[in-house]
């Protein structure tokens, strides 16, 4: 069997640089074919595959171990440090409150009448009447028309039901005023003359101040005052100097106080029929007035919540 010069050289070559060639087509091999030659080239490329292996297992063994130890070093040396690269601030929350007791101006409240009649015109024309003679009454007392402000009127029918049969039993006509008196001593002596003069529905009495901005701006000075005399008292306690103010935060309430609701028709319509009986009394008081009004004193109120920076002496 003779041998062609240029595949030995080629074989040759493959084996001292553990090159495997491969045949550029199975109809003519570049290398010779004999089962010793096969059986030599596979052994070959066994080994080569082998030490390819090893070297790439070494290869990742080494990677993984270089990157553990970054790892390591920078757990043991990390340190937290605030974003604005300063010590953390130290702050002190504390709150004040403020009150201001004054007495009231003015008292606000509503006076009107409310009729029923089977017939609604009979309704009105009471009605109408009657809230006539309130308004009179009022100006009477030295209430101004400008302080005399309607303020609702309704107009219903009532239906009573008897054996699931709805019938109408008559009609409701009221008509309500909303009054602001100056003089809040004068509230029982303007009281007993809009009843003699028909009213039967007193309710929304509410007592009010003129300053009630003045009055909320001191009770707010002393609610911030209290809260740094506060907050200077327990930095002292913990060794600390009191800083600027960081946030603050206000609540203001008061100046008005409503002394009750719906103090109406049936509670004031025996004293009103007493009062007009007894109306051309120059005495102008009966056993059956009401009870004296107390004004009393308005509460009005200031609350300081404060964020202060302390710095450590």
Request: glycine share 4%; proline share 5%; with cysteine.
């Amino acid at each position: 069997m003779t041998t062609h010069p240029v595949r030995s050289a080629i074989v040759a070559s493959a084996m001292t640089t553990n090159i495997i060639p491969f045949p550029v087509s199975p109809e003519r091999p570049l290398y010779p074919v004999d089962e010793t030659t096969q059986l030599l080239f596979r052994a070959r490329r066994s080994r080569g595959l082998w030490r390819c292996a090893a070297s790439m297992i070494g290869a990742v063994l080494c990677t993984l171990a270089a990157l553990s130890l970054p790892v390591r070093a920078h757990a043991q040396t990390y340190t937290l440090v605030p974003s604005t690269g300063h010590p953390t601030q130290r702050t002190l929350t504390t709150s004040g409150n403020g009150e201001v007791k004054v007495a009231p101006d003015y008292v606000t409240f509503s006076v009107g009448v409310r009729v029923q009649d089977m017939v609604l015109s009979k309704a009105t024309t009471e009605e109408a009447a009657r809230t006539k003679a309130i308004v009179a009454a009022l100006e009477k007392q030295g209430i101004e028309a400008r302080h005399i402000q309607t303020d609702r009127i309704s107009i219903e029918p009532v239906y009573t039901t008897h054996e699931n049969l709805e019938r109408l039993d008559c009609y409701r006509v009221q008509r309500m005023a909303v009054v602001r008196l100056e003089d809040p001593k004068k509230f029982d002596q303007v009281l007993q003359a809009v009843l003699a003069a028909g009213a039967n529905t007193i309710d929304n009495i509410s007592l009010n101040t003129k300053d009630l901005r003045t009055h909320r701006d001191t009770a707010r000075s002393l609610a911030v005052k209290h809260a740094r005399e506060k907050a200077t008292a327990i930095a002292k306690d913990l060794g600390c100097k009191l800083g600027p103010p960081i946030t603050v935060s206000e609540n203001s309430w008061g100046g008005s106080y409503y002394y009750g609701n719906n103090l109406n028709t049936n509670r004031y319509n025996a004293q009103s029929q007493s009062i007009q009986s007894n109306s051309s009394d120059s005495s102008g008081a009966s056993e059956s007035s009401p009870a004296a009004f107390a004004a009393g004193t308005l509460s009005i109120t200031a609350t300081i919540s404060v964020v202060f920076e302390i710095i450590p002496e």
